[in-house]
């Protein structure tokens, strides 16, 4: 009785809070915990077993020894590295931090990445790519109600689903979703012809002139359909460290983005199949182009602000369409998951196509509403990598724990995968480790904050 009771006020079933007793009662619990602190609090932890060992590699003798046989269950635990904040908020949190860096990068500089802050000065614009209708959908326009005569509240679970389920083009939904990244790939081809064709060159004279540069983001509307927005920006012929000429300016690259959004070469033609009519996809009529600004001027397009923007949608996926996050095995799981009706229709669209389409895999990413592309995505020069950034992490860490220069150095490891995940215990623990971490870093930033504002800005 008295343990179920604690576990109601923990807000944990006593099974739980018996697991949670377990690990805190045992001898190795602070490095256990520590382990995790070090993973961030990472929800699904990747479990390792094997050993490292470090020589002089003049003299020979050992200078580090390291094996897991000594961690609590024989078993080191990383981070999972998920980029779901719905699977992983802590590894979210890292890997949201890493994109901002890079996409700000893009836009402000950063010597230490090799992008110089000259950037700042190069024709910048930040690009909304939409899908085109499928059918009407409850909304929230900006004069009057919605269509089925409704204002809807901002939080309504409807916004976003057909006015009418039997009409909707599912299909023609999951097929757009699936061919998305080939109809990016058109739209910098063409981008680059427009380009070619204002400046009154030929496209091999352009790239003497001019690079075209680019970081961008996939998110999912309430519709479930995918839109891509992104930062596209002009450089000298050898990258960000080089000037673009003179006639290129923001305005002919609003103009330039315009053009190559609505020809007809920036178009997907998928043929018919089965009882599927033939498709011809291209972008929708919502296209929204703004110029990237440097400091606040009143407009809310600013470097630090379109970075934060696409850091926030590098996380999410189609899990909030209300779709899964993780690939369906069946069609059962929609049941017993209680999928809502809208993603429901979208996910056996998925399922329906794939036979007749196997090329697509549709089955596959069914889950992702068929969108088979990356969620983020940048041109080679447009900035830094997200694999640097995870390095220079790695580096810093290693340098706390006094590892010597890997010149002098030899190591040698063997490391193999054994499990993932925590008990449910270790996941209760963990996630308090988790949201101990998060409040530490907002007491930072509001610290950090109240340091940088102007006397007297508080009152």
Same mark, same amino acid.
Request: proline letters at 6%; charged letters at 25%.
């Given at each position: ?23 805190? &009662? ?8 520590? #382990? ?18 470090? *020589? ?14 000594? $961690?609590?269950? /024989?078993?080191?635990?990383?981070? !999972?590295? @998920?980029?779901?904040?719905?699977? !992983?908020?802590? !590894? ?12 700000? &990068? ?24 939409? =899908? ?6 409850? @909304? ?7 269509? !089925? /005569? ?43 012809? $427009?380009?070619?064709?204002?400046? /009154? ?19 999912? %509307? ?63 009529? %919502? ?6 600004? &440097? ?8 470097? #630090? ?24 095995? @069946? ?24 036979? +007749?389409?196997?090329?697509? *895999?549709?089955? &596959? ?20 990598? +997200?694999?640097?950034?995870? #390095? ?7 340098? %706390? ?8 150095? +030899? ?19 963990? =996630? ?7 409040? @530490? ?19």
């Amino acid at each position: 009785m008295e343990q179920r009771t604690a576990a109601t006020a923990a807000g944990l079933d006593p099974a739980t809070l018996h697991d949670v007793l377990r690990v805190a &009662a045992a001898p190795d619990f602070d490095r256990w915990r520590d #382990q995790v602190h070090r993973t961030g609090g990472c929800s699904d932890p990747v479990h390792l077993t094997g050993w490292s060992l470090a *020589k002089d590699r003049t003299s020979g003798e050992t200078l580090r020894r390291y094996s897991t046989d000594t $961690e609590p269950g /024989g078993r080191l635990r990383v981070a !999972c590295g @998920n980029r779901r904040a719905s699977r !992983c908020p802590s !590894c979210a949190h890292t890997y949201s931090g890493d994109t901002y860096h890079l996409i700000r &990068a893009g836009l402000a500089g950063d010597e230490a990445k090799d992008i110089p802050a000259t950037v700042r000065d190069h024709p910048r614009v930040f690009a909304t790519l939409t =899908a085109p209708s499928f059918g009407p959908v409850h @909304n929230r326009p900006d004069r009057g109600a919605c269509r !089925c /005569g409704t204002l809807h509240p901002e939080n309504d679970p409807v916004l976003g689903t057909a006015l009418d389920p039997e009409s909707y083009d599912y299909a023609g939904a999951v097929l757009f979703n699936n061919h998305a990244g080939q109809l990016w790939q058109r739209f910098t081809n063409r981008l680059r012809r $427009e380009l070619a064709a204002r400046a /009154g060159l030929t496209q091999r004279e352009l790239k003497d002139a001019l690079r075209v540069s680019y970081g961008k983001v996939a998110e999912f %509307q309430k519709r479930g359909a995918i839109h891509f927005h992104a930062v596209i920006r002009l450089d000298g012929p050898d990258g960000p460290g080089t000037t673009p000429p003179s006639w290129a300016t923001v305005r002919l690259l609003d103009d330039a983005v315009r053009a190559a959004a609505v020809h007809a070469y920036t178009t997907i033609a998928v043929p018919a199949a089965g009882d599927q009519p033939r498709r011809r996809f291209q972008w929708g009529r %919502q296209l929204d182009i703004r110029p990237v600004k &440097a400091f606040g001027d009143g407009s809310d397009i600013t470097e #630090q602000a379109v970075a934060a923007y696409v850091a926030k949608y590098a996380t999410k996926a189609a899990e909030t369409t209300g779709s899964l996050d993780r690939r369906i095995g @069946n069609r059962e799981v929609l049941d017993l998951l209680d999928v809502a009706d809208h993603p429901r229709r979208l996910i056996e669209a998925c399922l329906d196509l794939a036979p +007749l389409y196997p090329d697509r *895999k549709l089955t &596959a990413w069914a889950h992702m509403l068929g969108f088979r592309g990356h969620f983020s995505t940048k041109s080679r020069r447009y900035s830094t990598t +997200l694999g640097a950034l995870r #390095q220079v992490r790695a580096d810093y860490r290693a340098a %706390q724990e006094g590892h010597t220069d890997p010149d002098t150095v +030899l190591v040698l490891a063997s490391w193999q995968y054994a499990g993932h995940g925590h008990t449910p215990g270790e996941a209760a623990l963990a =996630a308090t480790i988790s949201r101990g971490i998060q409040l @530490n870093r907002q007491t930072a930033r509001e610290a950090l904050r109240d340091q940088l504002a102007p006397e007297g800005a508080a009152a």
